[in-house]
C-alpha cells in the first residue's frame, strides 16, 4: 500500500506525508478523534468560519516541521533520518491528548494537562507500535541530547505556534494573526545545540510576537468567547455536581464514566481508554438533553449555549469589587429565583492572563558576527517579558 499521501490543506496548499509510519499514526483512532475536536472550542460564536479541528491543526504542523528540517539540514545542522522521522511524529502528536471543546474544559471533565494527557497516548501508541515512538517521546519530553529538535516542538517559537496562529488566522478571517512563518522558518539556525532565528529574520519574529498578543486579546480571549466557555466549564460542573447527588443522565459510555466513575478508575489504562471516547459530540449531545431537564441551572445554561443566549461578560484591568458582585448575584436570584448556594453558576467573576513572551526561554537571534543575543536585548521595538491581566464578570442579561 502506498502511504506516501498527498493532502490538500486550504492553508499551505499540499501537504506530502513524509513516512509510512505518519500515515499508520494518522489512521490510528486516536489521532482519527482529533477529526471531533474544535481547535478554537467556541470562538466559532464570534467567527462563524473557525469551525476548524486539531486534526487540520496537527497536519498543518506536521507540514512546517517537514520544512524546519529542510532547512536546517541545508544549513549542515546534524539531524539523521531517525531523528528525522522522530521530530515529525512528535509534532503530529503533540496534541492528541486534548479534550472536547480544546482548552474550554482541560481542567473541568479530568484535572489532568493535555501535554500529560498526550503523553501517555504516545506511551500507549509506542507500546503498539513494537517501540517505534521511543526516540519521538524523548524529544517531547526534552530528554534528547539535541535540545534544538525539542524546541522545534514546544518553545516559543515552535511548530505549534507557526500552524495555529496562521491557522487560526485564515479560519476566524483576523488578520492580525497572519505572521511570516516561511521566511521565520527559513531563517532558522542552529548554535551550540540551540534553535536560534538568523539577525535578517528579527523583524518576522517581532511581527510574530504582536500577533500572537494580538489573536489572544481579538480571538482566544474575546469576551464573547469567554462567556460561551465559562458557561459550557459551569455545565460539566452543575452536571458532576448532580449526578455525585445522584441524579441520573442518559449520556454517552466516555461521558458517562467521566461523571459517575470513582476516582480510583479514573487512572492508566481504563482512564485512556474513556478519554480516547470522548470529543465534542458527546458534550453537545448531552447538553441538548440537559437543555430540558428538570433543573433550573443545568437547563438554562445548556438551552443558553445551545441557542447563543449568552451570559453578558463586562472586562477591566483591576478586579471587581466585591459588593458591586453581591448586588448582581442578589438581583439575579430574584429574577431567577434560584437558590443562593446556586447562583454562582450564573454569576460569577474571573480572569484571564497573557504573558506574550516568556523570559524563562528566550528567543535568541544569531547575528553575522556569531554572537547569540535574546531578542529582549536586540530588538527594536521593545520585545520584553510582560504580563497582561484582565478581570471579568459573567451574569445574565
Known amino acids: 500500500m502506498n502511504k506516501k499521501k498527498i493532502i490538500n490543506d486550504p492553508v499551505y496548499g499540499f501537504i506530502t506525508i513524509p513516512y509510512g509510519i505518519i500515515f499508520d499514526l494518522m489512521e490510528h483512532p486516536y489521532f482519527q478523534r482529533l477529526r471531533r475536536i474544535q481547535q478554537l472550542g467556541l470562538s466559532h460564536y464570534v467567527y462563524p468560519g473557525a469551525l476548524h479541528t486539531r486534526f487540520h491543526h496537527a497536519l498543518g504542523a506536521l507540514h512546517l516541521m517537514t520544512q524546519a528540517v529542510d532547512v536546517l539540514r541545508s544549513k549542515n545542522v546534524d539531524i539523521s533520518d531517525a531523528e528525522a522521522e522522530a521530530v515529525t511524529i512528535a509534532i503530529l502528536?503533540?496534541?492528541?491528548?486534548?479534550?472536547?471543546?480544546?482548552?474550554?474544559?482541560?481542567?473541568?471533565?479530568?484535572?489532568?494537562?493535555?501535554?500529560e494527557l498526550s503523553l501517555m497516548f504516545m506511551e500507549a501508541l509506542n507500546e503498539e507500535f513494537e517501540g517505534k515512538l521511543s526516540l519521538a517521546i524523548d524529544i517531547f519530553k526534552?530528554?534528547?541530547?539535541?535540545?534544538?529538535?525539542?524546541?522545534?516542538?514546544?518553545?516559543?517559537?515552535?511548530?505549534?505556534?507557526?500552524?495555529?496562529?496562521?491557522?487560526?488566522?485564515?479560519?476566524?478571517?483576523?488578520?492580525?494573526?497572519?505572521?511570516?512563518?516561511?521566511?521565520?522558518?527559513?531563517?532558522?539556525?542552529?548554535?551550540?545545540?540551540?534553535?536560534?532565528?538568523e539577525?535578517?529574520?528579527?523583524?518576522?519574529?517581532?511581527?510574530?510576537?504582536?500577533?500572537?498578543?494580538?489573536?489572544?486579546?481579538?480571538?482566544?480571549?474575546?469576551?464573547?468567547?469567554?462567556?460561551?466557555e465559562q458557561m459550557l466549564i459551569r455545565i460539566l460542573m452543575r452536571a458532576k455536581e448532580l449526578a455525585k447527588q445522584g441524579v441520573k443522565f442518559s449520556v454517552s459510555e466516555s461521558l458517562y464514566f467521566f461523571l459517575y466513575g470513582k476516582a480510583e478508575e479514573k487512572q492508566g489504562k481504563k482512564l485512556l481508554e474513556q478519554y480516547a471516547g470522548l470529543d465534542d459530540y458527546d458534550i453537545m449531545m448531552s447538553i441538548k438533553e440537559w437543555a430540558s431537564c428538570e433543573d433550573y441551572v443545568l437547563s438554562f445554561l445548556s438551552k443558553g449555549i445551545l441557542n447563543r443566549k449568552l451570559l453578558k461578560v463586562r472586562l477591566q484591568n483591576e478586579p471587581f469589587e466585591g459588593d458591586y458582585i453581591e448586588k448582581m448575584r442578589h438581583k439575579t436570584g430574584i429574577k431567577h429565583q434560584i437558590e443562593k448556594k446556586n447562583i454562582s453558576y450564573l454569576v460569577f467573576e474571573g480572569k484571564e492572563t497573557i504573558s506574550s513572551y516568556s523570559s524563562n526561554e528566550e528567543i535568541k537571534i544569531l547575528f553575522k558576527d556569531g554572537r547569540v543575543v535574546p531578542i529582549s536585548k536586540c530588538s527594536d521595538h521593545g520585545i520584553e517579558p510582560r504580563t497582561v491581566i484582565k478581570h471579568y464578570v459573567c451574569f445574565p442579561k
Open 142 to 197: 526534552n530528554q534528547h541530547p539535541k535540545k534544538f529538535l525539542h524546541q522545534l516542538v514546544s518553545s516559543q517559537l515552535d511548530m505549534d505556534r507557526m500552524d495555529y496562529l496562521n491557522r487560526d488566522s485564515f479560519y476566524t478571517g483576523v488578520h492580525e494573526g497572519v505572521i511570516g512563518y516561511d521566511r521565520i522558518i527559513k531563517m532558522l539556525a542552529v548554535s551550540d545545540g540551540e534553535l536560534v532565528v
Open 199 to 228: 539577525e535578517k529574520g528579527i523583524y518576522s519574529v517581532e511581527k510574530f510576537l504582536v500577533s500572537r498578543r494580538l489573536m489572544y486579546w481579538q480571538v482566544y480571549l474575546h469576551k464573547t468567547v469567554v462567556s460561551a
Open 93 to 115: 502528536l503533540h496534541d492528541i491528548g486534548h479534550g472536547p471543546f480544546s482548552h474550554a474544559l482541560e481542567h473541568t471533565i479530568i484535572d489532568v494537562h493535555h501535554e
